[in-house]
């Protein structure tokens, strides 16, 4: 007789906006969240160090099929740089590498800041999750071997001078695309200025589509810890993870159909006929990711489970 494991974990879905705590890894924050939702499936949409702070989108259930999304969505950082001294992982947990008794002008600073806005070329640190030859940077760093990465193009939106706190630290703000090291405009910052560079403070304040009025802190998800009522009002819906996309409403009839990952027709006189990619709704739910073509919706991803 064949036996069935019964499947560990509720089936809830949607977005928790973890406002991260410092000393404590993005891993480590997803276990939990995990844990105290007795969720079924559960990941993040871009890794924070364990010296950083704030916003760490965690996905649950059928929330993890729209990761990419918020993956892609611009980031905010606030951070600080203290200059004097570079270190081997561009932030006050590595060794020094370099330092110098120069410090740089303010006028220098503001200058400097529109070299490092727009499409920029940027070598990743060598302790990073990058691949090479399909091991992660920082475990052949910390075998410690040499490591190389190849520059590439990232994107820096917006990049400014916040606050000069002394001598030794700057506060900076800056809104960015996928892939951008904050840890590496630091370094670069420093080195430009001939006085060196290191990250010494990191928060993430915003991550497409969420922000800060989204956040709640780990602690508090701790106190709702027996009482999943609560927990669940800390969700967001699924679907906000797509708002950039087209929406095309259907019918109950049409969901059946969608769900079955057959195309629908769409109907209406606003109706669209072509998008690269478009979400489907019925009512409130979420029913799947797709394309729009000759005014038909191809289903490429469904969802069981849209809402928390």
Known sequence: MARHRKKKGRSISGWVVLDKPVGIGS?????????????AKAGHAGTLDPLASGMLPIALGEATKTVPYVMDGAKT??????????????????????SSAERPQEVAIRALLLKFTGEIEQIPP?????????????????????????PRNVIVHSFDLVEIRDEETCIFEINCGKGT????LARDM?????????????????VEPFNEEDFVKLDELIEMEDDLDAL??????TGVALDELPEVVIDKQQVIRLRAGNPVLLRGRDAITFAEEA???????????????KGSFYPKRVFKVSLA
């Open 27 to 39: 891993t480590q924050c997803v276990s939990k969240v995990k844990w105290l939702y007795k969720a």
């Open 77 to 98: 950082y606030r951070f600080a740089i203290r200059w004097g001294a570079e270190t081997n992982t561009d932030d006050l947990e590595g060794e020094i590498t370099d």
């Open 126 to 150: 060598a302790y990073s999750a990058v691949k090479i030859d399909g091991e992660r940077a920082y475990k052949r760093a910390r075998a410690g071997e040499d490591v190389i990465i190849e």
């Open 181 to 184: 090291y904050v840890r590496a």
């Open 190 to 206: 420093g080195r430009d200025l001939g006085c060196f560079g290191h990250i010494c403070e990191l928060r993430r304040t915003a």
């Open 232 to 237: 669940d009002g800390e969700v967001l819906a």
């Open 279 to 293: 979400r489907a709704i019925s009512g409130a739910e979420l029913i799947a990711i797709g394309n729009v073509d």
